[in-house]
């Protein structure tokens, strides 16, 4: 179980190293699969002590809710002694000298075998400099020993952009080697649809054309742009949650089955999966994608997204997206996928709906005309985590008459606090060499490729923002797309 390695992080002073990196490289030291043969080395441009890194690695891990009393309080301390900082500016060529003669004394010192883990912690348009040098300044072992990447999103902001990046990168790594983050990927009830699906004879026979009448998947937050206003200002809803954690969760849940259940069969099922999503001429786009900006609520406690601090006043930038999707592959052919997120909605909820098809005959209501209730399957991701199905059962009154229940299965508390966080969850695939829960890059090309038709329609447009309330569950137009099929989102906490 125990893994050899060194880990060295780019960003070692920031946000993401603080509060995840840290605390999940803790988490699995503790759990042992990090021992004593391991090491890291934090970098970033301040000059920092070892000593003083030790007292910051020591205060991430308090921070993120793991007290002494709980845990060994000597662990912590045991395990920051682990870790080695290099102050060092990812620009300048001669730095990196510094870093690999620290790193193959560390690597000799823990025995680490060569094994080599590169985090990129740090902004994309650092990722070409820091590839490139890793490789010409002899940063990458050869030998028995393994060389990874890990870099962090936002992969591009469009196709050509992202190509550019991975470009930078490839030179130095091999898609083999590239562990693009997706944190979403980290979660477990997101790993846990392959099994939902793979593993139940009930959902696998019926995962299908025949009996899917299509997917919802809502990704609604309920809270604002809090103050991630100046990068939200750039990105918006499209490219902050649709291109990649909506696109992931679309392959798993319209991929074919892969033969075996292991990374490269699964990774194959899903690229194949996002290749066989329609992607849309402009006209198509229009039709099938809405776009919102939340205003203030109806009782003006809440901020419209413009007047929000760091925003611009006349910003058409969208907090809400919703479209519908199409899978040509070869079970789902034709089934449609609406998806939907945004801020400020009506409840925080990640679920997906999988509606199945109705049968034409119902035979138990005097009302031939009167239709039984769809069977829904709903996976709930969070804040909930567990499923349920909606189908129908003889009501308790004279007659024979049906109407829906629902069974339940929620993950309790004390479940939930068990299972490890997605960044452990990742890291520890990464350490492994476990690609599965990873972004291929051609599951990120063909993304950005589905995304860049729908910008390119809406960037020639100045939208009519705001066009929903805070508090509400989007613009009109998004339940109008359905409703043009017939067909209505089945989370709707307002109704
Ligand atoms: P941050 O600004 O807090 O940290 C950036 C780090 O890079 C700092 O350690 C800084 O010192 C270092 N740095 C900047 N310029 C440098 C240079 N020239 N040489 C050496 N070091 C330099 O950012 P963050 O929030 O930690 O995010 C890092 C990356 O992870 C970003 O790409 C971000 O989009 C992504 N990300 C962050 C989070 C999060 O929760 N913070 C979540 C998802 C993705």
Redesign the pocket.
């Known amino acids: 179980m125990e893994q050899k390695a060194l880990f060295i992080i780019?960003?070692?002073?920031?946000?993401?190293?603080y509060?995840?990196l840290y605390p999940a490289l803790f988490n699995l030291y503790e759990k042992g699969y990090l021992k004593e043969n391991f090491a890291v080395i934090g970098?970033?441009?301040?000059p920092w002590s070892n000593d003083h890194y030790h007292e910051v690695v020591m205060s991430a891990i308090e921070d993120s809710g793991r007290d002494a009393g709980r845990t060994n309080s000597e662990l912590p301390r045991k395990f920051a002694s682990h870790f080695y900082y290099q102050s060092?500016?990812?620009?300048d060529a001669e730095h990196y000298v510094a870093l690999r003669n620290l790193a193959d004394q560390l690597d000799e010192k823990y025995q680490l075998n060569g094994n080599r883990i590169f985090y990129l912690?740090?902004?994309?348009r650092?990722f070409g400099t820091i590839a490139g040098h890793l490789k010409d300044q002899k940063l990458l072992t050869e030998g028995s020993g393994f060389n990874r990447l890990i870099i962090?999103?936002?992969f591009g902001r469009d196709y050509q952009s992202a190509k550019e990046l991975n470009d930078s990168i490839s030179g130095s790594f091999d898609e083999e080697q590239i562990f693009r983050i997706d944190?979403y990927l980290g979660k477990e009830p997101i790993q846990s649809i392959a099994g939902l699906r793979f593993g139940n004879a009930l959902f696998n026979s019926l995962w299908n054309k025949e009996h899917i009448d299509n997917i919802q998947i809502t990704l609604a937050e309920s809270l604002g742009v809090e103050e991630r206003a100046g990068?939200y200002e750039t990105a918006g809803a499209m490219r902050d949650m649709l291109q990649n954690h909506i696109m992931q969760i679309v392959s798993l849940l319209t991929m074919e089955r892969p033969e075996v259940f292991d990374s490269k069969h699964l990774q194959d099922k899903k690229i194949e999966a996002l290749e066989n999503i329609q992607t849309y001429s402009k006209e198509e786009a229009a039709q099938n994608f809405v776009r919102g900006q939340y205003g203030e609520d109806a009782a003006h406690t809440q901020l419209a997204y413009r007047e929000e601090e760091g925003t611009a006043d006349d910003s058409s930038i969208e907090t809400f997206v919703a479209g519908k999707l199409i899978t040509h592959n070869p079970s789902l052919d034709g089934v449609p996928i609406y998806v939907r997120t945004g801020k400020r909605l009506a409840k925080k909820s990640t679920q997906i709906n999988v509606v199945f098809k109705n049968d034409d005959q119902n035979i138990f209501n005097s009302d031939p005309n009167q239709k039984l209730e769809t069977n829904v399957l709903t996976l709930h991701i969070e804040p909930d985590q567990g499923f349920t199905l909606q189908f129908n059962t003889k009501k308790g009154n004279q007659g024979y008459q049906l109407s829906p229940v629902h069974l339940r299965y929620r993950k309790s508390a004390s479940e939930k606090a068990k299972t490890p966080d997605a960044y452990e969850s990742l890291i520890r695939d990464a350490l492994m060499g476990n690609k599965t829960n990873f972004a291929h890059w051609h599951e990120v090309r063909k993304a950005w490729q589905i995304v860049d038709v729908i910008r390119q329609v809406w960037d020639a447009e100045t939208p009519d923002f705001p066009n929903y309330a805070s508090g509400s569950m989007g613009p009109q137009a998004a339940d109008d797309l359905l409703a043009r099929d017939g067909r209505q989102w089945i989370f709707n906490p307002q109704k």
Do not use: Q
């Open positions: 780019f960003g070692g002073t920031g946000d993401l190293a509060r995840k970098t970033a441009r301040r060092h500016n990812v620009d912690a740090m902004a994309p650092f962090e999103k936002p944190h990068y």
